[in-house]
């Protein structure tokens, strides 16, 4: 076998012991899986009466804000678990063997794929069951869904570098929220971003979090067409006209330069802290 | 016979500290090694090293006819490592934990579940097998530890502190797991805090202190050099304490040790048993009582006390920190 086989191997056996320990303490996933449901309850029916999206009900408008909120926030998960690991005993096991140096970081990203499938899941039983409905085709919905799961997994790679640099649990904890919360919140998930101040505004237009939630909208149906909303303006209805930011006429496109930029960058620094905290 | 672990000049500085300060090292095939020391003495750095965890700052290292530092990935095929905390997954159950790590050594998931069978019977956790690891005894854990570092039948293995945070039980089960590796010619580097241990496994037995070696030599060599048994005597009363000093003093290799407060005189002697005797008779005939009196063999305190002077007691061979920043009784016995 190759080495690149053999990484591979070595990420899946890692993957493998990490999805064990989700069955075994099924509390912590149920806990985690709790929050999505919480928002998006809490949107529809709090927020929900106040938002008004041109042409789409806010409950479906809603949906892949909150999608795009919960994997993001997901990333926590990766950099927690291996901030974990580094603090305990059995990362000396892992470096005496002869194991691939990425296998820790790779196995750990991998089987939080699996934790953000299950999450997706559950929000989208919550979504359907508040009124939520995909309006496109099979392959826009699954093209939407795949998005979302790539950015998580972008995400995740992040998150791998700061638990590599800052190796406690309560830190990463406490700090991803600090970051991960504007991110979210300065951003399209919940409310439209045409309605922000003008420099938030522009931070939110450029902001991945609003394109990958803006690509979603648009895959699964979601989102106000610019006819749509002209068509409304032109009858005498007063809404505000959609952000023609490129990243947001091309959210896709713009979303995906995200997922490579940050995956260029951040898995082989990720590697890298590793092997170093390795020998320090 | 060809050295299977060579060690020279290590040296190892954490900020201001240094954790080695020029150590040598060499363990024939086949053999056992000691490294002996109290706390932050330097071992668990050494064994880093050794494994590949830790590169130096100086010096050079070979294990298994292999550059440490130039191939560490060769180095670890050949080792087998057990921490002094059980580096086990406490989620995983005692089959799922050998099992990857004999994945992770490569061995085929076929290879791998026979080899972790064939471990789980060898140390007696057959019945605990599918049982999560934090439902295990701590002599349990270190167990699965030790099949652990086994997993890839190792050519030399090395195993720091093996028994610490044991209980006396555990310990002797433990060094009897030991011993049979050793028998199977298997090499080893072990850490130890405990003289007894030392002297129970080892051929050979290198006593180090802030990170150098003090002495070295096998275990009736350095016993010859600290003196062999102790006899301790604790005098009723403070007042008899010139008299008991003088009559100890006779029979004793070196000088008698005196603790005041606790009215304890302590001899080094060659003659054991008889010596006792002699001076238990010496105190009667004096009409001197003793609260106690009995005969121990040497600690890894009285080792430090012959060769440096000072107890590892002694708050002044606490300046190095210990060689890692965690906990040192990590494992309770649950």
Do not use: C
Request: no cysteine.
């Amino acid at each position: 076998m190759s080495e690149l086989t053999w990484a591979a191997a070595d990420g899946y056996a890692v993957a493998r012991r990490n999805l064990i320990k989700i069955k075994r303490v099924p509390e912590l996933l149920i806990w985690i899986l709790m929050s999505p449901i919480m928002f998006v309850l809490l949107f529809v029916y709090v927020f929900g009466g106040a938002i008004d999206i041109p042409g789409v009900s806010y409950r479906e408008w809603l949906i892949a804000g909150i999608f795009a909120q919960t994997v993001v926030f997901g990333s926590t998960f990766t950099g927690a678990g291996l901030a974990e690991d580094m603090e305990k005993g059995i990362i000396d096991r892992f470096r005496s063997l002869p194991m691939s140096r990425s296998a820790v970081i790779v196995g750990r990203t991998a089987s939080d794929i699996v934790y953000n499938v299950l999450s997706i899941t559950i929000m989208s039983l919550t979504g359907l069951l508040v009124g939520w409905r995909i309006h496109t085709s099979v392959p826009e919905a699954a093209a939407g869904f795949l998005l979302l799961l790539a950015f998580s997994y972008a995400f995740s790679w992040i998150m791998a570098w700061v638990a590599m640099k800052i190796p406690s649990v309560e830190v990463i904890n406490n700090a991803s929220f600090m970051v991960i919360m504007p991110l979210t919140f300065i951003s399209n998930a919940f409310v439209p971003l045409e309605t922000f101040p003008a420099p938030l505004q522009v931070f939110a237009e450029w902001n991945p979090v609003s394109s990958v939630t803006q690509a979603a909208r648009d895959l699964f149906g979601n989102a106000p067409t610019a006819e749509s909303v002209a068509q409304l303006q032109a009858s005498g209805v007063d809404v505000f006209t959609l952000s023609d930011a490129w990243s947001l006429t091309h959210p896709v496109a713009y979303t995906l330069l995200w997922i490579v930029g940050i995956l260029v960058v951040f898995v082989p620094l990720s590697v890298r802290a590793y092997r170093h905290s390795a020998t320090k | 016979m060809q050295d299977v672990i060579r060690a020279t000049g290590l040296v190892k500085h954490y900020g201001d500290v240094t954790a080695l300060d020029g150590l040598d090292l060499s363990v024939p095939g086949g053999q056992v090694l000691a490294l002996l020391g109290p706390n932050g003495a330097g071992k668990t750095t050494a064994v880093r090293i050794l494994t590949t965890l830790l590169e130096p700052d100086e010096g050079s290292v070979e294990v298994a006819g292999v550059d440490v530092l130039a191939d560490p990935r060769e180095v670890r095929r050949r080792i087998g490592l057990s921490g002094q905390y059980a580096a086990v997954d406490e989620h995983l159950s005692g089959f799922e934990n050998l099992d990857l790590i004999g994945r992770l050594y490569r061995m085929g998931r076929h290879r791998a579940r026979e080899r972790a069978r064939e471990l789980l019977e060898r140390f007696d956790l057959v019945e605990a097998a599918d049982r999560p690891v934090k439902t295990y005894s701590g002599g349990m854990r270190r167990r699965l530890d030790l099949a652990g570092a086994l997993v890839a039948t190792p050519t030399v293995l090395f195993l720091d502190e093996p028994t610490t945070g044991l209980d006396p039980r555990s310990r002797s089960d433990m060094w009897e797991v030991i011993r049979e590796l050793v028998n199977g010619g298997t090499t080893l580097l072990l850490t130890t805090q405990y003289m007894e241990e030392a002297d129970l496994l080892a051929d050979d037995i290198v006593v180090i202190d802030h990170g150098r070696a003090i002495a070295r030599g096998t275990a009736d060599r350095l016993k010859q050099q600290v003196g062999g048994e102790r006899i301790e005597l604790i005098a009723e009363v403070a007042t008899d304490i010139p008299v008991v000093h003088e009559l100890l003093s006779r029979h004793a290799v070196d000088e008698v040790r005196v603790d005041d407060h606790r009215r304890m005189l302590t001899a080094a002697v060659t003659g054991g048993t008889v010596d006792l005797r002699k001076v238990l008779s010496d105190v009667e005939n004096r009409g001197i009582a003793l609260s106690d009196a009995g005969l121990r063999r040497p600690t890894l305190d009285d080792v430090f006390l012959t060769l440096t002077g000072r107890s590892t007691a002694d708050p002044t061979t606490d300046d190095t920190p210990t060689d890692q920043p965690e906990p040192r009784q990590k494992e309770t016995v649950r």
